[in-house]
């Protein structure tokens, strides 16, 4: 008699784990799917394929916006390794992606600067 009378929340509760464990998942694939971007990019450049590494490129310029802080700070490490970044190298695609990561971390720090002080101004 009791489960009957809790079928539907059962039921729900039940959804809601589903749910959750699917988003989860999801989550990852798509962040394991950017590392190997980044990787293949990597290899390709450095191996001298150059046009099938810019198509890659362009792939991660245009993911850039849409990535956490944290993937951002992963590709900024791993690309640090491969690059001088007192050296400007402007037809390095390695060197450039690298900058833009470097912008994009700046970019959001500027912004996370400004709304913590809009909370600390806030009445």
Not at 20 to 31: C, D, G, P, Y
Not at 42 to 71: C, F, H, M, P, W
Not at 73 to 98: G, K
Request: hydrophobic share 40%.
């Amino acid at each position: 008699m009791n489960f009957r009378r809790n079928r539907f929340i059962l039921g729900f509760l039940g959804l809601l784990i589903f749910c959750s464990v699917m988003v989860i998942r999801q989550f990852q694939a798509n962040q394991s799917k950017h590392v190997e971007l980044r990787e293949a990019f990597i290899l390709l450049y450095t191996k001298g394929y150059r046009v099938e590494a810019e198509k890659l490129y362009q792939k991660l310029l245009n993911d850039g916006e849409k990535l956490s802080n944290k993937v951002l700070l992963d590709d900024f490490q791993r690309t640090l390794m491969l690059v001088d970044p007192t050296a400007t190298q402007p037809t390095n695609l390695i060197y450039n992606y690298h900058w833009y990561v470097s912008h994009q971390l700046d970019i959001r720090s500027e912004s996370t600067l400004e709304r913590a002080k809009k909370l600390a101004n806030a009445p």
